[in-house]
């Protein structure tokens, strides 16, 4: 079963549509790799809402855990396994929009729409050795410094500045 089906089967996007759920993450760009899981990002004034839904419905499933960050916004992390698909419900109180994974999301796509398969393979030639999304991102596109907060910068540009990026880098 694929990641679309496994989401399907569990029902998990209609338990969490009140929340703006979104999908996210490696399986939708296509960079997925053995035991990769599927992002769900949510917007949830009070993530406790989120817990008792994921608790009710999901509680059963292996590797269910739960967790809430200590740090505002304080997101509410679960982790659980859907038809052999591990899934990560990310829920905080700022809009989908504004999170930081989502806007990681946009930009990746975004930049794999600009830089075609080259692109593609060399983020997946990165990740095939052992690298989170974000960092083989950052290194193939020679950013500096911190991986994820230069792939957030990135997220505020458009895609004339993207493709400049991109060919610098070698992505023409």
Not at 36 to 42: E, I, T, W
Not at 120 to 147: C, I, N
Not at 154 to 167: E, G, I, N, P, S
Request: glycine fraction near 10%; include cysteine; hydrophobic fraction near 50%.
């Amino acid at each position: 079963m694929n990641w679309r089906e496994a989401l399907d089967a569990s029902g998990l996007l209609d338990q969490l549509a009140r929340f703006d759920v979104r999908v996210a993450g490696t399986f939708p760009l296509g960079l997925a790799l053995e035991g990769s899981d599927v992002d769900l990002l949510c917007h949830a004034r009070d993530p406790g809402e989120v817990t008792g839904c994921l608790w009710a419905q999901h509680c059963w499933r292996p590797g269910f855990a739960m967790y809430q960050w200590r740090r505002d916004p304080r997101p509410l992390i679960a982790c659980f396994t859907v038809e052999s698909v591990p899934v990560e419900v990310f829920a905080a109180p700022l809009p989908v929009a504004q999170q930081a994974g989502w806007l990681h999301f946009e930009v990746e796509q975004r930049l794999l729409a600009l830089g075609g398969e080259s692109l593609r393979g060399a983020v997946m030639a990165l990740r095939a050795q052992g690298a989170k999304t974000e960092p083989a991102f950052a290194r193939v596109l020679g950013l500096s410094g911190d991986p994820y907060g230069a792939m957030l910068a990135l997220a505020a540009h458009d895609d004339v500045d993207l493709r400049a990026l991109l060919d610098r880098a070698g992505f023409a």
